[in-house]
């Protein structure tokens, strides 16, 4: 994920991501957004700041027995105009993780231009491709047949180009994950947890 401020600082290059992705993200309704909420969070720091001044002086004017009646009413607007400026960043605050969340990463410099898969070229072939006397079918088809891959429930778990894995798939995906580990620590990595 980008920070915010590597995308404010790095503006075009982040345009350039996006375009060369074929991206529709709206970067321009973004940096609007995030400006907006950092202003908002900018003028609610100013008044928590006068409220800390003004709640000090009521203090002062309260141990020198001074009428203080102004200074509250001011707090009290204080305090109703911060709460009101806090809901309001909440809101943009929401809208701002949800946002940042769909800004792709910076792809590297001889990545091709593309929206899909299809857009990718091919820079070699390793080994021999088989050839089969019958059509092969994909490794989802076959999950999906053999039930141990549950592409419609990732889909309202998380969205396209996710699976469930269940049964079978669950133990083959943990043993491959033991295989690695395994085999990495053998050689001397540090397994960490």
């Known amino acids: 994920m980008l920070s915010a401020q590597f995308i404010r600082e790095q503006e075009k290059l982040v345009r ?5 992705r074929g991206s529709a993200f709206a970067l321009d309704d973004f940096l609007k957004l995030d400006d907006e909420r950092r202003k908002i969070k900018t003028e609610t720091e100013t008044r928590k700041a006068e409220r800390n001044t003004v709640s000090r002086k009521i203090g002062e004017l309260t141990k020198e027995k001074k009428d203080i009646s102004a200074l509250r009413e001011q707090m009290k607007k204080n305090g109703e105009e911060i709460q009101a400026l806090e809901q309001k960043l909440a809101e943009k605050e929401l809208l701002f993780e949800k946002q940042i969340l769909e800004i792709p990463n910076i792809l590297a ?3 091709p231009e593309g929206r ?3 857009d990718n070229r091919e820079i070699r072939r390793e080994g021999k491709i088989p050839q089969f006397d019958f059509t092969p079918k994909s490794h989802a088809d076959l999950g999906a047949g053999l039930d141990i891959i549950d592409s419609p429930r990732a889909v309202k778990i998380s969205g396209s180009r996710f699976a469930v894995l269940k049964a079978a798939g669950a133990r083959l995906e943990r043993a491959l994950m033991n295989f690695m580990l395994d085999m990495h620590t053998a050689k001397g990595y540090t397994e960490v947890s």
């Open 16 to 20: 350039d991501c996006l375009k060369k």
């Open 109 to 111: 410099d001889d990545v």
């Open 116 to 118: 899909t898969e299809l």
